[in-house]
């Protein structure tokens, strides 16, 4: 057992879809959840949480959720206004940048820095 869960496959259907699986730590969940579902998963299963959801109908959003045994580490949310020739605004930078923004964020990209003075 790792993260204090058993490894194997199940599906739960508790309001959304969560499948787990035997071969990996990760846990599949259908939709995007709210801060505290995950930070109860987060805490239940001693173990971190973390909630990627992006959809593009005419507007772009992005959101990211990350608990660590049931504390909040980091969430970002972006959303665009639909305008072609706007940009989008970051909406929610709680918490510390974490590696993979780097990757991810350009350093021309300073809505990040910007949201937080």
């Not at 846990?27 to 593009?56: C, K």
């Not at 990757?103 to 949201?115: G, Q, W």
Request: net charge neutral; no cysteine.
């Amino acid at each position: 057992m790792k993260g204090g869960w058993p490894r194997r496959r199940a599906t739960l259907a508790v309001e959304r879809i969560v499948q787990t699986s035997e071969e990996s730590d990760w846990i599949s969940i259908q939709s995007p959840l709210d801060d505290p579902l995950l930070e109860t998963i987060s805490r239940v299963l001693n173990t971190t949480a973390i909630m990627i959801y992006m959809m593009d109908e005419m507007r772009l959003r992005f959101s990211y959720r990350r608990f660590d045994h049931g504390a909040a580490v980091r969430a970002l949310q972006y959303l665009d206004d639909g305008n072609p020739r706007a940009r989008g605004k970051w909406t929610r930078v709680d918490g510390e940048p974490e590696p993979w923004e780097v990757t991810l964020f350009s350093p021309a990209d300073r809505a990040l820095s910007e949201i937080r003075s």
